[in-house]
Structure formats: structure tokens, C-alpha cells
């Protein structure tokens, strides 16, 4: 064969420009310099050891599946030029040369074991319990909203998870309604919160930083699935003391008259029955969520809305207009209800 041939030249060139735009595809689709894989909830930026080590294997697998991609289609085009049937040759079929299947048995057996050993290393380590010292953590979830228990500090608080860095967390999942599923992408894949059956997963926080790590529930739970949003904080450790400090308070008493008012409206008004506020020994209820320390969250309903007064406002008077199938209904308060609930949420620091 001489690759003076003008159809050897073409399989060779034709092959070359295939390969060269499949790799600039897969550069696309791939490159951390693109906004699309900076967004918030990208799984491409990990921010955990165990994120990391999902995005390892992830990494491992795109790359041995994109070399065979374009392997297979450079040579399924070189072939079809240089061997398709012209005037004066015929094309050719062979049978049964054991070399090659031997060659074409043993690639995929090994790309195979290439992709499947750290595979199964990584479910291995993910599957061990949480290291010694971990926080834990329960995440409870609700239709539609997250319920964050710390057990050993006492403290309860809904759809904003404060974690401290580079110390593990052990999160156990459990759900009081239906199937929901936990996931954080940049520090943890998703497990589900299954009813009457406890979960767990773990990761250790590797990067602390003042914007929060945006969350979902990942399986579909009913009408407000997409709204069932929550925020994970990372902060350094003495950060995190401090909000811990501050978690374990009970509220501090209205002084304020329109505050004032405010806490007998939220009585008056039902609140009570499905809220707690450690503090008011009025509220206790445990539908809906805690709001001992409402006021400083940064977002309200299940993290769907910044926590501005105007926002909390839109939020009591009409619940269900906002997060469709909402449990907290519609409650027909008065302007001056509003005013008075408003005032007395924002002093809930
Ligand atoms: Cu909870 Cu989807």
C-alpha cells in the first residue's frame, strides 16, 4: 500500500478532522474554564473529599469512554475510505484470525477492570461509617422543606445546614412523609431520605467561603419537588462556633410595641400549633419548621426566597401562591396582621 494514494490521503485527513472536532466537543463539554460547569450546583467543582473522589472515578470514566469514542469513529472512517470497494478491487472479508480476537477481547476487558477498580475503591470508602469526631447531623425532609437536627448541641433549624471546614460531618437521613433525597452537588452525591428507614452519608467540607453551597431535594417528592431548596454554609471553625453559640440561645423577647404585637398575632393567628420558637412558651409545634432564630437565616420558604421583610410578607399572605401545595395555608391575615407578624419574625435573630 502507498500513501501516495489519494484515498489513503483522504482516510487520513478525513480521520484527522474527525478526531480533532470530537476532542474539541468533548473539550466543551468538559472544560472547567466554561460557565456552564461553574454554575452553582455543578458536580464538577468539589468541595469535599467525597465529592472529590466521586469526580476522580467520574473523570477516569468520561475520559476512557471519550478515547474509545473517537478511536472507534477515526477508524470506522479511515476503514471505509481505504477499504471501501472501487473499479478493479473488490472488498475484502476475512474469518477467523485468533490474534485479532484475542486483541479485541482483552482492550475492553481491561478498560473494563481500568474503569471498575477504583470504582468499587471509591463505594468502598464511601460506604464506611463517618471517621471518628465527625458532626452529626440529621436532615430531615418534609413536603416541602429541610429540617437540620444537631443532636449533640441541641440545636434545630430548618433548609440552612451550617457545617464547620475540614471536619467530617455524618448526616443521617430520614423523612417524615415521602421519599426525598439529600444532595449538596459540590460536596455530596445524593442518598435518599426513605420514611421509617434511617440513611447516611458523609463528607468532610474542604473549602469554607462566605457564599453557600446551593442543595436540592433530587427525587421527586409532589407538587413543590423543585422548590424544595436548601443551603449549605461552610465557615471556619470558630465561624462556626459562633453560630452555634448563637443557634443554642432561645429568642429574645420582643421590645418593640409592633414586635410586641407581633408575638401575640403569632399566637392569635394559630402559628404556634406548627411552629416552635424556644423562648415563646407558646410555640412548640413541630410541622412546620423551627424559627427560634428565623431572622438569621438569608432565605425563607424552604430557600426559595431571600429573607427580606417585603419577601416574609408575600410569604404570610398566601403561602400556598408561592410554594404550590404548601401545608402552611392561606391564613387571610390583615394588613395589620402582616405588619405585626413581619415585625416580630425580623427581630428573631
Ligand atoms: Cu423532597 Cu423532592
Avoid at 480521520?15 to 466537543?25: D, I, Q
Avoid at 490474534?99 to 460506604?127: D, N, Y
Wanted: hydrophobic share 45%; charged share 15%.
Amino acid at each position: 500500500m502507498s500513501g501516495s494514494r489519494p484515498g489513503g490521503m483522504i482516510a487520513i485527513i478525513a480521520s484527522l478532522v474527525v478526531t480533532g472536532v470530537v476532542t474539541f466537543l468533548i473539550y466543551l463539554a468538559f472544560a472547567e474554564s466554561l460557565d456552564a460547569v461553574r454554575q452553582p450546583m455543578t458536580t464538577f467543582v468539589p468541595k469535599s473529599d467525597n465529592a472529590e473522589l466521586v469526580h476522580g472515578v467520574y473523570k477516569l470514566i468520561f475520559w476512557l469512554a471519550g478515547a474509545v469514542f473517537v478511536g472507534i469513529m477515526a477508524l470506522t472512517l479511515a476503514f471505509s475510505l481505504v477499504y471501501r470497494e472501487r473499479p478493479g478491487r473488490e472488498a475484502r472479508q476475512f474469518h477467523g484470525n485468533s490474534r485479532l480476537e484475542v486483541v479485541w477481547t482483552l482492550i475492553p476487558v481491561l478498560l473494563v477492570v481500568a474503569m471498575a477498580v477504583p470504582t468499587f475503591s471509591a463505594m468502598s470508602v464511601l460506604s464506611k461509617p463517618a471517621p471518628q469526631g465527625a458532626l452529626q447531623v440529621v436532615a430531615v425532609g418534609h413536603q416541602w422543606w429541610w429540617e437540620f437536627q444537631y443532636p449533640e448541641l441541641g440545636i434545630t433549624t430548618a433548609n440552612e445546614l451550617h457545617l464547620p471546614v475540614n471536619r467530617p460531618v455524618n448526616v443521617t437521613l430520614r423523612s417524615v412523609d415521602v421519599i426525598h433525597s439529600f444532595w449538596v452537588p459540590q460536596l455530596t452525591g445524593k442518598i435518599d431520605n426513605v420514611p421509617g428507614h434511617d440513611n447516611h452519608l458523609w463528607f468532610t467540607p474542604t473549602e469554607a467561603r462566605p457564599e453557600p453551597y446551593l442543595a436540592q431535594c433530587a427525587e421527586f417528592c409532589g407538587l413543590s419537588h423543585a422548590n424544595m431548596r436548601f443551603r449549605v454554609f461552610v465557615s471556619e471553625t470558630p465561624a462556626f462556633e459562633t453560630w452555634v453559640k448563637d443557634a443554642k440561645t432561645e429568642r429574645v423577647a420582643p421590645s418593640a410595641d409592633l414586635a410586641k404585637a407581633g408575638e401575640q398575632q403569632f399566637t392569635a393567628s394559630g402559628c404556634i400549633a406548627c411552629h416552635t420558637i424556644r423562648g415563646n412558651p407558646t410555640a412548640v409545634g413541630k410541622i412546620g419548621p423551627d424559627l427560634t432564630h428565623f431572622a438569621s437565616r438569608t432565605t425563607l420558604a424552604s430557600a426559595m426566597m431571600d429573607r427580606t421583610p417585603e419577601n416574609v410578607r408575600k410569604w404570610l399572605h398566601n403561602p400556598p401562591a408561592i410554594k404550590p401545595g404548601s401545608l402552611m395555608p392561606n391564613l387571610n391575615l390583615s394588613p395589620e396582621a402582616l405588619d405585626k407578624l413581619v415585625a416580630y419574625l425580623d427581630g428573631l435573630k
